[in-house]
C-alpha cells in the first residue's frame, strides 16, 4: 500500500495523502483502546513532513532523529554513508545501506527529497501557511434544541466547528506557530478567552542551543517508556515508529490533549544533548464522583480529557484545577552506544477558581517525582534496548529488547514490558498510557520476513498480564494478540491481508448486581485491501473486513466493505471518493476506520450497527499559494429510527455532514 500511496503522492501534491501504513498504525491504536490524542498528534507530524519532505542530505543529524521515520541505528548508517560517499543522488540509495530493506524504503519515499546540503546557519527562513475550515452537520441533536423544562438548549453554542492553523518563520531562526479551535455545541469565547488555543515561538539553531519553546510542546526521551513519542499501542508499530533520543517537538495543533505549556530548552554540546523544562497546564474537573466534604491531595483522577465545553456541567469545570512539571534529560550518544537519563517532577491540584467553586480554603499539592534511565546500544545486525523507569517511591516501569536483522529476508524483534501496579508516566506520558496498556506485564515478538520479490510477511505475538484492578476488572487478567500481514506489491497492484486473534478477559457489564465473572472475550479479523492503478493518475481502493466476537454464549459476525476511487484531474483539481457500508451488533466488535478528509482533519469513525456511508473530497488549487477544498458525507443506519443518545441524540436514520477549507501558502 506504502508503494501506491507514494505514486499517489507523487500525481496528487495539491492533496497530499498519507501513506497508508500510518493510516493502520492509527486504526490500529483506536482498535486496541488508545486515545485519538496521539494519533492526531503523529498525523499532524507526518503531513507536515509530505507537505515539506526531510532532505536526506540534511547536515545536522538531529533533523533526522525528529523527523520520527529512522531508528538510531539507521540514522547511524545514514551518517556513516555520507562521511564516506558524500551527499545522497537519490533516495533509492538507502536500499544499499543495511537496515533499510525494499519494503521500509517504500513506506519511507513520500516523506523524503533529494537536495543540495546546505550549512545550518544558511538555512532560508519558512515561509507562511495559514489553514482555516468550517464544519458542521444536520440534523440538530437534542442538545442543540430548546430544553421544555429549562426553555433553554443544553449545549451553550452553535453546532459548527472551525479551526485556524498558522504556522510562519520569522527569520532564518526563528518560526511560530498558533492554532485555534471551537468544537460543535461550544461557544466561541468562554469567560472572555477563545475555547482551545495551542502556540509555540521557537528559536533555533544558535551555536549550542538547539531549540528554544515557549508556549506548547512535546517531549520526547528515551525508548517510549515515559516521556516517549507516545503511539506503541501494541508491537505491530514497534517497528514504524522507531525509538528516539531527546529533542523537543513544538506543539501547534487542534489536537487538545497530552501537551505541555511551558518554557523548554535544549542544548547540544558535541555529542551530548540538555533538555531542562517547566511547565504549568489548565485542567479541567470531572466532580461527578466527588464528595465536597472529602480531603483530597491528589486531584489527577477527577481531570476531564474530553476537552468539551458544551453544557452547564462541562464549562462549569473549566480551569478549576492545574497540572505542573519541571525537569531534565540528558543523552549522550557514542558511535555503537546511545544512553540518557531523565530526572522530573509532577504535581497537581485547584486552581484559585477551584477553590472558591469548592468550598476550600487551601489544596495540597505533593510533588510527584519521576525518574528514567535507557540505554541503546548497536551494531551492523543488532539493537539492544534497556530502559527502567520510577514512578514516586514504590511505582516502577521496565522495558527491554534485542532486535537482530539475520540477513537481506528476516529480522526479528523480542520485547519484554513490566509496569507495577498503579505505575503512572510522566504527564503527557508515553508507552504506559490507555486502558489496554496501563500497569501490564508479558514479552510480545515481531517477525519481518522478506521471502520473495515484492512481498513482505510481519508476524506480531503480544501477550499482557494485568496483576491489578483495569478497565471492567477487579482480578488480575490476561491478554494474548497475534496478528499476520502478508504484503504484496508489484505495480499496478498492491495486496494486504491481513488476519488477527485477540483474546482477553473481562467481566462484562451486567444487570446483575454485584461484581460479574470473569469471561474470555474472543475476537479475530480478516482483512483484504486492495489498490490498483488505473491510469497515471486515478487508484482504486477497495477494503473487505470481518470480524468475529464471542463472549461466552453471545456471537457476533461483523463485516465492513469500503470501495474508494482517487483521482488527479489536472494540475489543479482533485477528488477523493468514498463507499462503506458495515455491519456488527456488539460494541465490543466494532471496527474502526480512518477517513481522510481535509487537510489536518479526522475521522476516527468506529462502525458499529448496521449502515453506510457515502464521502466525497473536492481540492481545487487557485493559485499557487490558495488552495481549496470541500468535503461532504452521509451516514445511514438500517438498524434504527434514530441515532446517538443524550444531548447527541438525533431524530432519524441519517446524518450529514459538510466541511470547507482554505489554505494559503507565502
Given amino acids: 500500500m506504502a508503494l501506491m500511496a507514494t505514486l499517489f503522492f507523487t500525481a496528487m501534491k495539491t492533496s ?15 482498535t486496541d483502546g488508545s486515545g485519538e490524542n496521539d494519533a492526531s498528534f503523529l498525523i499532524d507530524h507526518y503531513q507536515a513532513l509530505l507537505e515539506q519532505p526531510l532532505n536526506l542530505n540534511t547536515p545536522d543529524p538531529t533533523n533526522l532523529e525528529e523527523s520520527l521515520l529512522f531508528s538510531s541505528f539507521q540514522i547511524n548508517q545514514i551518517v556513516r554513508y555520507r562521511e ?6 537519490s533516495v533509492h540509495e538507502l536500499s544499499s545501506i543495511p537496515g533499510f530493506t525494499r519494503d521500509r524504503l517504500e513506506q519511507l519515499l513520500p516523506f523524503l527529497s533529494i537536495s543540495a546540503s546546505t550549512p545550518s546557519d ?42 485556524l492553523r498558522i504556522k510562519t518563520g520569522l527569520g532564518r531562526h526563528l518560526s511560530m506557530g498558533l492554532a485555534y479551535q471551537k468544537d460543535p455545541g461550544e461557544t466561541v469565547f468562554l469567560d472572555a478567552r477563545p475555547q482551545f488555543v ?16 515557549g508556549g506548547s510542546f512535546r517531549l520526547h526521551s528515551g525508548l517510549g517508556l515515559v516521556t516517549g513519542t507516545g503511539f506503541n499501542p501494541s508491537l505491530s508499530s514497534f517497528s514504524m515508529h522507531q525509538m528516539k533520543p531527546a529533542h523537543i517537538k ?15 530548552l535544549q542544548l547540544q554540546i558535541s555529542r551530548t544533548d540538555l533538555i531542562s523544562w517547566i511547565s504549568h497546564n489548565r485542567q479541567d474537573l470531572s466532580l461527578f464522583n466527588h464528595q465536597s466534604a472529602e480531603r483530597i491531595s491528589d486531584w489527577e483522577p477527577f481531570f476531564r480529557n474530553e476537552g468539551l465545553h458544551r453544557t452547564g456541567t462541562e464549562i462549569g469545570g473549566t480551569g478549576l484545577a492545574f497540572s505542573q512539571s519541571a525537569g531534565i534529560i540528558l543523552n549522550r550518544k557514542f558511535p555503537h552506544l546511545i544512553a540518557g537519563a531523565m530526572v522530573g517532577f509532577e504535581r497537581n491540584g485547584l486552581s484559585a477558581r477551584g477553590l472558591d467553586s469548592l468550598s476550600l480554603s487551601e489544596s495540597t499539592s505533593p510533588l510527584h517525582p519521576h525518574g528514567s534511565v535507557f540505554f541503546l546500544w548497536f551494531n551492523n545486525k543488532t539493537e539492544i534496548f534497556l530502559e527502567m523507569a520510577l514512578s514516586g517511591k514504590y511505582r516502577q516501569a521496565f522495558l527491554s529488547g534485542i532486535t537482530h536483522r539475520c540477513n537481506d529476508f528476516l529480522n526479528a524483534t523480542l520485547l519484554f514490558r513490566s509496569y507495577s501496579p498503579g505505575y503512572d508516566g ?15 506485564t508479558g514479552p510480545g515478538i515481531l517477525l519481518n520476513l522478506y521471502p520473495f520479490r ?11 498480564c494485568f496483576p491489578r484492578r483495569k478497565y471492567r476488572m477487579n482480578v488480575p487478567s490476561v491478554s494474548f494478540h497475534s496478528k499476520t500481514e502478508v504484503r504484496y506489491q508489484a505495480e499496478p497492484v498492491t495486496l ?5 486473534s485477540k483474546k482477553w478477559e473481562a467481566n462484562p457489564v451486567s444487570n446483575d448486581p454485584g461484581i460479574t465473572p470473569v469471561r474470555l472475550l474472543v475476537r479475530k479479523r480478516l482483512g483484504v485491501r486492495l489498490s490498483l492503478q488505473l491510469t497515471e493518475s486515478v487508484i482504486w481502493n477497495s477494503r473487505i473486513e470481518i470480524s468475529r466476537y464471542q463472549n461466552g454464549p453471545t456471537r457476533d459476525e461483523g463485516m465492513l466493505m469500503l470501495h474508494e476511487l482517487s483521482a488527479n484531474l489536472s494540475g489543479k483539481t482533485a477528488f477523493r471518493f468514498r463507499v462503506l457500508m458495515f455491519g456488527t451488533s456488539e460494541w465490543d466488535n466494532r471496527i474502526y476506520l480512518y477517513e481522510p478528509g481535509l487537510l489536518y482533519d479526522y475521522n476516527f469513525m468506529a462502525c458499529y450497527g448496521r449502515g453506510s456511508r457515502f464521502s466525497g473530497i473536492f481540492r481545487f488549487r487557485v493559485t499557487e499559494s490558495l488552495q481549496t477544498a470541500v468535503k461532504a458525507g452521509i451516514t445511514a443506519y438500517n438498524h434504527v429510527r434514530e441515532t446517538g443518545s443524550g444531548n447527541d441524540l438525533i431524530p432519524g436514520n441519517r446524518k450529514w455532514d459538510i466541511g470547507f477549507q482554505i489554505i494559503w501558502k507565502h
Fill in 250 to 264: 513544538p506543539f501547534a495543533s487542534v489536537s487538545e490533549q497530552n501537551f505541555l505549556n511551558g518554557l523548554a
Fill in 454 to 464: 515484492n512481498s513482505a510477511i510481519t508476524y506480531t505475538l503480544d501477550y499482557a
Fill in 16 to 30: 497530499a495523502q498519507l501513506p497508508d501504513v500510518i493510516l493502520r498504525m492509527v486504526e490500529d491504536a483506536a
Fill in 426 to 440: 510522566l504527564n503527557p506520558s508515553a508507552y504506559a498510557t490507555g486502558s489496554a496498556l496501563q500497569n501490564e
Fill in 198 to 213: 495551542s502556540g509555540y515561538i521557537e528559536l533555533s539553531g544558535r551555536k549550542c542551543m538547539k531549540k528554544l519553546v
Fill in 496 to 500: 494486504l491481508i491481513t488476519a488477527s
Fill in 122 to 163: 544558511n538555512r532560508p527562513a519558512k515561509g507562511f501557511h495559514l489553514i482555516s475550515d468550517i464544519k458542521t452537520g444536520w440534523p440538530l441533536s437534542q442538545g442543540y434544541l430548546a430544553d421544555s423544562v429549562a426553555g433553554e438548549p443544553a449545549y451553550a453554542g452553535s453546532p459548527i466547528r472551525m479551526n
Fill in 84 to 89: 564516506r560517499y558524500g551527499d545522497f543522488f
